[in-house]
C-alpha cells in the first residue's frame, strides 16, 4: 500500500527545493569584514538553538522553527561565516491538520544534526507528543517523513552518539511546562537503526543544586571520553557547560567552558562544536537579543587537559568568554561572501527560503507569478477565535535580519467588492504587533496604522486612519533602530514618504523573535477571494 505521508511530503518538496538559491550579500548585516576577520553575531536572525556538523569541506547548521512553516531550516557555508540557507527538513509540521492552526512557541524545539554511513539525520523534539527522526542522503533534500523516536510530553533537545562499539545512544532533556521536571539529562540506548529507544536510560546528570535549567545537550566522544555540551542558568544569563565521562552512562565531571564574563554578549551558550580540515576547532551558539531572537555567534576553541575553552580565556582558569570580533577560521581557502537572503524580487516560481508562514499553510493562500514578477496573496477567512493576528495562520513572514535596516515594500491590493473589512498589509510581528494596513470599505480603500498590545492576551486591535488611496500600486516601509523601535511611512511613487506619526518597539514572539512580512485576510466567508499582489520586498540599511 502506498503510504500517503509520503507522496504528500515528497510532493511538498518538490514546492520547496528553493536549495539553487543564488548568492545573496545583504545590505543590513555582513559578518564577513573581508580583511580576514568577521564580527559577532555571525547571523543577526533569529537561527535559535543551532546544531552544526561538518561533512568533508561543508558545515551545515540546522535550528528550531517552533511554529513555524516550512520549518527545521538547513544553512550551508563552507567557512563557518558566510550562510546561506539552502532548504528546510519539515515542508510542513507534523501532525498536519494539529499545526494548520497557529500553535505559538510550539512545534519544533531544539534538534541536533547529524551524518551517518552517508546519511543525514536530523533528532528534533514537540515537546506535546515526542521525538522525531528525518534522514536524507542529500542536505538539500528530499527528506524523509518524520518518524517518532520515542513518544510522550516533554522529552527536549534529543542528540544521538554512534558509538565505536557499533552502540546508538540518545541524550536528552525534559521540559517542566510538559513533564513536570526539568533541568536533568538522560541517556538512553537505541536501536542500531537509530530510529527508537530502547530502554528507559539513565539520569547522567541532575543540575538543579548548580546547573539549573541545564538542557539543550549535545554529544560527542574525543581521546576515550564521552562529552555532553550542555547549556544552564537560562536563555537569557546562562553559562555553556560541558560534562565528561569514561563510561556513557556516567559519572560525570563538570566545567563551565564559557559565559558572559566581561563582556556584552549575554547568555553565550547552546549549540555546536565543529572542526576544521585544518585542525581548529570552532563552536556556534546563541545570544539571547529580546525581539530580535536568538542571534548566533561563532567562537574559537581549544582543548586544554581534555576540556574545551571557549571563547578567549583571558585570565587563564580555563573558562573563556565570547568574542566579538575575531580572526576567521582556516578552512584551506577562501570563500565569497554570502549572506541569507532577506529581500525578495518574486521572479522565481517558488518563495525565497527566508519566507515562512505562522502555521501549515493552503496550497491557496499564494500563488507565485515569474512572467510578471510578481507574489499573489488571496485573502483568507481568518479564525472565528481570533481576537487578532495573534491567531491568525496565513501571515507570511521572516526573520529580523539585523538591528537596525529598512523594510519596504512595493504592493497592489485588490479586494474583492461584494464583501467589506477584507484588508492586506504589513506588519511587524510578536507579542504585540503593529503594520500598515490597506482596507476595503464601501467607497474606496483606506490605509490605516494597527497596533494590538499583548496579543497573545486576545486584546483587540486598535486602528488609526491615515489616508485614501486609490487601488494603485503603493510603498510601505517599515524602519527599525536599535532597541527593535519601528516607524511605519507610506508612499506613492518610492520617492516621498508620509510618516505614520506613531513610533512602535517590536517585541519578541513565544520563544522567538519578532518578525515582519505580509498578510491578506478577510472575515467572511465567500466563494471568491481578493488578492494582494507584491512586486518586491527589500531590505536596506
Not at 514546492?15 to 555571525?42: C, E, H, M, R
Not at 563557518?80 to 505559538?104: C, E, G, K, M, R
Not at 522529552?155 to 511546562?177: E, F, M, N, R, T
Request: with cysteine; hydrophobic share 40%; glycine share 8%.
Amino acid at each position: 500500500m502506498i503510504n500517503p505521508q509520503l507522496i504528500f511530503f515528497s510532493l511538498l518538496f518538490i514546492t520547496l527545493q528553493a536549495s539553487a538559491q543564488q548568492s545573496f550579500i545583504s545590505k543590513a548585516w555582513v559578518a564577513d569584514q573581508k580583511n580576514g576577520t568577521y564580527k559577532n553575531p555571525i547571523l543577526h536572525a533569529d537561527y535559535s538553538d543551532p546544531d552544526a556538523i561538518r561533512v568533508g569541506d561543508d558545515f551545515y547548521m540546522t535550528a528550531s522553527s517552533f511554529n513555524a512553516a516550512p520549518g527545521l531550516p538547513i544553512l550551508h557555508s563552507k567557512d563557518l561565516v558566510n550562510w546561506n540557507l539552502i532548504a528546510y527538513a519539515l515542508p510542513q509540521q507534523i501532525p498536519v491538520d494539529h499545526f494548520s492552526t497557529v500553535q505559538h512557541g510550539n512545534g519544533v524545539w531544539a534538534p541536533s544534526i547529524r551524518y551517518h554511513k552517508g546519511e543525514f539525520y536530523i533528532y528534533y523534539p514537540d515537546p506535546d507528543f515526542g521525538i522525531y527522526l528525518t534522514k536524507a542522503k542529500d542536505p538539500r533534500g528530499p527528506w524523509s517523513a518524520p518518524m517518532m523516536v520515542e513518544a510522550g510530553k516533554g522529552l527536549i533537545d534529543p542528540c544521538p552518539l554512534w558509538d565505536k562499539d557499533g552502540k546508538v545512544y540518545l541524550v536528552h532533556a525534559y521540559a517542566g511546562s510538559r513533564a513536570g521536571i526539568k533541568s536533568i539529562i538522560v541517556v538512553k540506548p537505541m536501536n542500531t537503526a537509530g530510529t527508537k529507544t530502547t530502554g528507559a536510560g539513565r539520569l547522567v546528570y541532575d543540575g538543579h543544586a548548580t546547573d539549573p535549567t541545564i538542557e539543550g545537550p549535545k554529544f560527542y566522544q574525543r581521546n576515550g571520553y564521552y562529552y555532553i555540551f550542555a547549556p544552564a542558568g537560562g536563555v537569557s544569563t546562562g553559562w555553556q557547560l560541558v560534562l565528561r565521562s569514561k563510561n556513557i552512562y556516567g559519572p560525570y565531571e563538570r566545567k563551565v567552558v564559557m559565559d558572559q564574563g566581561t563582556t556584552i554578549i549575554n547568555g553565550p551558550h547552546q549549540g555546536a562544536w565543529v572542526n576544521t580540515t585544518t585542525g581548529e576547532n570552532w563552536f556556534l551558539h546563541f545570544q539571547d537579543k529580546e525581539a530580535y531572537g536568538r542571534v548566533v555567534h561563532l567562537q574559537p576553541m581549544l582543548w586544554k587537559n581534555d576540556w574545551p575553552v571557549i571563547g578567549i580565556d583571558k585570565d587563564g582558569d580555563g573558562k573563556g568568554e565570547p568574542v566579538s570580533v575575531y580572526k576567521k577560521p582556516n578552512v584551506g581557502k577562501t570563500y565569497p561572501v554570502q549572506t541569507v537572503a532577506d529581500s525578495d524580487e518574486f521572479n522565481e516560481n517558488k518563495l525565497g527560503l527566508q519566507w515562512q508562514w505562522q502555521a501549515n499553510a493552503k496550497a491557496t493562500l499564494h500563488f507565485m507569478q515569474p512572467a510578471e514578477g510578481m507574489l499573489r496573496l488571496f485573502s483568507d477567512r481568518q479564525p472565528d477565535a481570533a481576537k487578532n493576528l495573534w491567531d491568525v495562520p496565513n501571515l507570511l513572514l521572516q526573520k529580523f535580519p539585523a538591528e537596525t535596516f529598512t523594510a519596504t515594500t512595493k504592493l497592489k491590493f485588490s479586494p474583492n467588492t461584494k464583501i467589506e473589512n477584507e484588508r492586506a498589509g504589513l506588519v511587524v510581528m510578536g507579542l504585540s504587533y503593529a503594520g500598515l494596513v490597506i482596507k476595503q470599505n464601501k467607497e474606496n480603500l483606506i490605509l490605516s496604522y494597527v497596533e494590538t498590545k499583548a496579543a497573545d492576551k486576545g486584546t483587540v486591535e486598535t486602528e488609526k486612519p491615515i489616508a485614501a488611496i486609490s487601488k494603485n500600486w503603493l510603498y510601505l516601509r517599515v524602519k527599525v533602530e536599535k532597541g527593535a523601535v519601528c516607524s511605519f511611512s507610506y508612499s506613492i511613487d518610492n520617492i516621498n514618504f508620509t510618516d505614520a506619526g506613531i513610533s512602535f518597539t517590536a517585541m519578541p514572539g513565544k520563544w522567538v523573535g519578532a518578525k515582519l512580512g505580509l498578510f491578506c485576510t478577510r472575515t467572511t466567508s465567500t466563494n471568491d477571494a481578493g488578492f494582494l499582489d507584491i512586486d518586491w520586498w527589500r531590505i536596506t540599511e
